[in-house]
């Protein structure tokens, strides 16, 4: 789950990293009372979960009510590369000696923790890593041993971050560390860090992405999903209680079980169509958690076919079969299903399929995950 830039400031400030004064406001009014309560000069940020808002024309700073206002009226309802504006972050503004990036994530592949970290910030990471990658410092930490301050002090070295930044760089990397692993985040990066010309060192911005797995011992995430962004199909599959991603294809993906939910994504992609989502409906999954499972694949218009590929364990045929029939009595379905059914009462299924008399064109049983992806990819592709 990613979080707005004032909750991930929100949630640094747990781990004592230093953030500025500030507010969310909704409203210029608002904005306006924050400005005055934090005293000027503020900077007013637009809360859209997509970089390069500074660019856009979504950051401003203000140096008075009027400017405020001014700034405010033009932020909110900005659109910034399709994500529209309707909170902004009021914080006191800061004075800028330099600007640096860092940033935690886990390196799958070496099975460690990875601290980037480059005296070169405020600009995307991107561009600095095809301009100069040798300004980007990496660092791979065993997530047995952490991350101590001497190594965090090296990494600063090395990154040439200059000596009276050095201390405060990394106070705030180990702090940071903490609540990359500590507050489960996936991604934990703050760009701007800024060196001010007091000599502190500080998160001028906050991205946090954090692991939703570990939802289960953070109660006070509960917060954030109020706010969550979340296209259409992923909140109704949200509400249906589905494990649901969003993908950009034409073949609606219906699985039981992540393995094969995947596995169905790679067929699919390898008889050469694309897959519209994920979507697995875990193991005993009964009639009414399929119809609910079409019903979201059905509100994505992108959708050309849509391939069930069901092998039972705990999951049984026959009430995959009754949740496909209910569907098609509640929902008009905008693309025709394609099904593999097997495994535990497939045969039951196929039969409950065969006598509810559905048009021949709407659902069509292939015995084997090949033939069904075939079967999809040629409707979705529209060679059939
Ligand atoms: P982003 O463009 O979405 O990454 O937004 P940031 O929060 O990183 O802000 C972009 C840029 O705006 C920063 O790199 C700074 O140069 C500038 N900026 C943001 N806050 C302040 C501030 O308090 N004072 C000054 N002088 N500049 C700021
Ligand atoms: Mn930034």
Redesign the pocket.
């Known amino acids: 789950m990613d979080l707005f ?1 004032y909750q991930g400031k929100q949630y640094f400030a747990r781990f004592g990293i230093p953030v ?1 004064p500030g507010d969310v406001a909704l409203t210029v009014d608002d904005a306006v009372e924050v400005a005055e309560r934090v005293g000027y000069p503020v ?1 007013v ?1 637009a809360q859209v979960q997509v ?5 856009a024309g ?2 401003k ?1 203000a140096d008075s009510t009027d400017e405020v206002r001014t700034h405010a009226g033009n932020i909110l309802g900005m659109d910034i590369k399709g994500h529209v504006v309707e909170r902004l972050w009021v ?1 006191k ?4 000696d330099e ?1 640096y990036y860092a940033s935690f994530t886990l390196d799958r592949a070496a099975k460690k923790h990875l601290l980037m970290l480059s005296a070169q910030g ?1 600009v995307e990471i991107e561009a600095v890593a095809e301009a100069d990658p040798d300004a980007i410092v990496k660092l791979h930490i065993d997530p047995v041993d952490g991350l101590s301050t001497d190594a965090a002090h090296q990494a600063a070295v090395d990154a040439r971050i200059p000596e009276r930044a050095l201390d405060g760089t990394a106070d705030i990397l180990v702090k940071l560390y903490r609540c990359f692993t500590e507050g489960d985040c996936d991604l934990a990066e703050i ?2 860090l800024i060196l001010k010309p007091t000599g502190e060192v500080h998160a ?2 906050a991205k946090v992405t954090l692991d939703s797995n570990a939802a289960f011992r953070h109660p006070e995430w509960e917060e954030y999903s109020a706010t969550e962004v979340l296209d259409e199909r992923e909140q109704l599959a949200k509400s249906k209680g589905l494990q649901y991603i969003g993908l950009e294809g034409s073949v609606g993906i219906i699985a039981n079980g992540a393995g094969l939910a995947m596995s169905t994504l790679d067929v699919v992609n390898q008889v050469g169509g694309s897959a519209a989502n994920f979507l697995d409906i875990g193991g005993g999954a009964n009639a009414d958690v399929m119809a609910s499972a079409l019903e979201v694949i059905n509100s994505d218009e992108s959708v050309q076919a849509i391939f069930i590929n069901i092998f039972g364990g705990i999951t049984r045929g026959e009430e995959v079969a009754k949740g496909v029939v209910e569907a098609m009595g509640r929902v008009e379905l905008r693309a025709p299903i394609v099904i593999r059914l097997d495994g535990t009462n497939a045969e039951e299924g196929r039969k409950i399929l065969a006598d509810a008399g559905l048009p021949a064109d709407k659902l069509i049983s292939k015995p084997t995950m090949l033939e069904a992806a075939n079967a999809a990819v040629a409707i979705a592709n529209g060679s059939e």
């Open positions: 830039e500025s900077v940020k970089g390069g808002r500074g660019k979504g950051i700073l914080e503004a800061s004075d800028i600007e405020g760009n701007p001028l911005d």
